[in-house]
């Protein structure tokens, strides 16, 4: 399934849209910074009603006992990026729909600075196939981006399962 919906997706990304891309960091995702109030943490929050607060990377620890965590998309669940050097305060995207087991949709802001974007093309690239590794559809070049993100996984609303003091 992976491989027909990424094939769907045109690969015309010239080396000047590349160079440009490379160049433009996807950082502030915790609500203030360079696109003044939008941002992917307040977008997804107000989407979800998840009652996160801070920096986008912040939200995994944050919600620990809170809400479920999970490997694996579900629609409404929010993905967690990690901090990274293009990524300084992480980013959450909004799961729209769930492609396959290597491909989703996602809603999200600020990933194009200064949008908010539906149905956007996201991958699992991770080696055991967990979501610990993902590939994001970038529009300017209407293509598959290149870079790898790490991400924790997926946040929902649901309550954790506990396990009963009985096992």
């Known amino acids: ?38 941002q992917c943490a307040p977008y997804a929050r107000s989407v979800t009603g998840l009652q996160l607060q801070g920096a986008a990377a912040g939200w995994w620890r944050q ?5 479920a965590h999970s490997s694996m998309p579900s629609p409404g669940a929010v993905l967690v990026f990690r901090a990274t050097g293009r990524l300084p305060e992480g980013h959450v995207s909004v799961v729209r729909q769930v492609e396959g087991t290597r491909a989703i949709l996602v809603d999200q802001a600020n990933w194009v600075p200064g949008r908010i974007d539906h149905g956007v093309p996201v991958v699992d690239v991770s080696r055991r196939n967990d979501w610990s590794a993902v590939r994001v559809w970038w529009q300017p070049v209407h293509s598959m981006g290149k870079s790898v993100y790490p991400t924790y996984g997926f946040i929902s609303r649901d309550l954790p399962e506990r396990p009963s003091p009985d096992a």
């Open 1 to 38: 399934m992976t491989e027909r919906l990424a094939a769907s997706w045109p690969a015309r990304a010239g080396a000047r849209w590349l160079a440009l891309v490379s160049a433009v960091p996807l950082a502030a995702c915790g609500g203030g910074g360079w696109n003044g109030r939008l």
């Open 63 to 67: 919600s620990a006992g809170r809400y």
